[in-house]
């Protein structure tokens, strides 16, 4: 499981908790970071995540994988989401046809090519999509 724009780790961890073997956790800032690992570590899951402080538009230093469910949840309106999902794409670290779930605001669109949407739902002020990864390396 990789979980890009972590936070606090909620999805990776849960993940985890529904049986995924490993998680690793990517975020920019490292105070959400470090409650991602707290909540590793209070959950007894330390063992099964790796943790870096880096921007999610950089995958070239991730060396588990290979990945094939992705969470992304990156700021709303931070402009992030496309260069994250083309460096997914790019990335040799994501299993043929990987399942990527992306949480963004309400009305967000998908411009990547590489990203396959297979269902899409809006709740409130957000919307959840789902989606296989294909690119260069998928």
Request: glycine fraction near 6%; proline fraction near 4%.
């Amino acid at each position: 499981v990789l979980d890009l724009c972590s936070g606090s780790g909620a999805l990776g961890l849960e993940a985890l908790s529904r049986g995924a073997s490993m998680a690793t956790f990517v975020d920019s800032n490292a105070a959400a970071l470090a409650l991602a690992r707290n909540n590793a570590e209070a959950l007894a899951a330390l063992p099964q995540c790796h943790f870096f402080c880096q921007d999610a538009r950089d995958l070239s230093r991730l060396s588990q994988g290979p990945y094939a469910l992705i969470f992304l949840d990156a700021p709303y309106r931070a402009g992030l989401d496309e260069d994250i999902l083309a460096a997914m794409a790019a990335s040799p670290a994501m299993v043929p046809g990987a399942l990527l779930v992306h949480e963004q605001e309400k009305n967000y669109k998908i411009l990547n090519k590489s990203i396959e949407i297979i269902f899409h739902k809006a709740y409130n002020k957000s919307q959840i999509t789902f989606g296989l990864v294909h690119g260069e390396h998928t």
